[in-house]
């Protein structure tokens, strides 16, 4: 467990990350996509920005939370890749707490190089969903 995900599980915030699996065909589009480098688990500066639109846009009106979906290339093992991954949650995680997005409100889901079934998106990528709550 990264120390980012600990500091937040001891903090009561409540981030739930899970590992599984849900077919393309079954979830929306992404409301946006942040791309990594190889190997890279950090959100680049020129995404900041983005984050930043998106958590106001989340943050306005109740009851929304953030589905994040990471991936890693397939180079490497599976386990490695699902760390890689996980690294990428936990860093969108952290930048969206950051920006006053409640963590209980987040969860992320990393697949590393699973799952891989959208041509039309980069491997290296963590997919953000702006959902609603269901009552």
């Known amino acids: 467990m990264s120390p980012l995900v600990r500091c937040l599980l001891n903090a009561g915030l409540g981030l739930l990350l899970t590992t599984g699996g849900v077919l393309a065909a079954d979830r929306p589009s992404p409301d946006v996509v942040i791309v990594f480098s190889p190997g890279e688990d950090s959100v680049a500066a020129a995404d900041l920005p983005t984050l930043e639109q998106l ?38 995680s952290h930048h969206l707490v950051s920006l006053g997005f409640p963590a209980n409100r987040i969860r992320g889901t990393s697949y590393g190089d699973e799952h891989m079934d959208r041509n039309d998106l980069p491997m290296r990528r963590v997919e953000i969903r702006i959902k609603r709550l269901r009552h």
């Open 55 to 92: 958590s106001a846009d989340a943050k306005s009106g109740e009851g929304k939370w953030i589905s994040l979906e990471a991936y890693a290339d397939d180079q490497g093992s599976r386990e490695l890749n699902l760390a890689l991954a996980q690294r990428r949650v936990d860093d969108v």
